[in-house]
């Protein structure tokens, strides 16, 4: 899997959109890019996922760039309870969903 | 709530002692992933079946097991605890190999 680099940590005042920046650089053709949150101890949650065309779900929106070396997820309104740790995740399709390799992720803290 | 679910939430038991972890997929889903997390090592893959069969391990110790049964539950056998097995336990499952996964709610391993 393609390694990916995620700042630490954000903040985001609540009702504001939250942008949470990834750089995979090395991402190849075949790779898509996923993301998932862990509220904390809680399981980890799927939020999206995309391949080269912006993705928007009812949770959030994925823009990935041009070429395919960055992405950035966007929660549109970000409430109290978005307050999480964000996992950028780059595998090839046709792989083992459950063997992603988590990283250290984003640590987003929606403030009031 | 992911459909996946996780028996027992909480468990405290002894060194040296056996224990069983249970999980439960979400319906129709064929793939089952465990995942151990410890405060400081992240989310770490450890072993995944698909209908029955294993299909992957990660970094799984001997001293664990799992296996998945006919009806698609899945169960990890942890035997001569130490106490740095103490951490939370993920189980995840998806449709097929290549599908997002959802995570369950973990079981807190305590071992003293």
């Known amino acids: 899997d393609a390694k990916t680099t995620q700042p630490p940590s954000m903040d985001c005042a609540e009702g504001r959109a939250a942008n949470l920046p990834c750089n995979h650089s090395?991402?190849?053709?075949?790779?898509?890019v996923y993301w998932y949150r862990q509220i904390h101890s809680q399981g980890p949650q799927y939020i999206i996922h995309g391949l080269k065309n912006n993705e928007t779900n009812e949770m959030a929106s994925l823009i990935i760039t041009e070429d395919r070396k960055s992405s950035t997820l966007i929660l549109p309104h970000a409430t109290l309870r978005d307050t999480a740790v964000y996992y950028c995740?780059?595998?090839?399709?046709?792989?083992?969903?459950?063997?992603?390799?988590f990283g250290d992720g984003t640590t987003l803290t929606v403030k009031p | 709530d992911s459909g996946v679910t996780q028996t027992p939430k909480h468990l405290i038991t002894a060194t040296g002692q056996r224990v069983t972890l249970r999980c439960s997929p979400r319906?129709?889903?064929?793939?089952v992933y465990w995942y151990q997390q410890s405060l400081d090592q992240g989310l770490q893959f450890l072993i995944q079946y698909y209908n029955g069969e294993e299909r992957a391990k990660g970094n799984i110790l001997e001293r664990f097991s799992a296996q998945q049964f006919p009806d698609l539950h899945s169960e990890l056998n942890l035997s001569s605890l130490e106490l740095g097995d103490s951490a939370l336990y993920f189980c995840?499952?998806?449709?097929?190999?290549?599908?997002?996964?959802?995570f369950g709610q973990g079981t807190r391993l305590t071992v003293v």
């Open positions: 995740i780059v595998r090839p399709i046709n792989t083992n969903a459950g063997k992603s390799t």
């Open positions: 090395t991402i190849s053709g075949n790779e898509y």
């Open positions: 319906s129709g889903d064929l793939s």
């Open positions: 995840a499952s998806s449709v097929k190999m290549n599908t997002e996964a959802f």
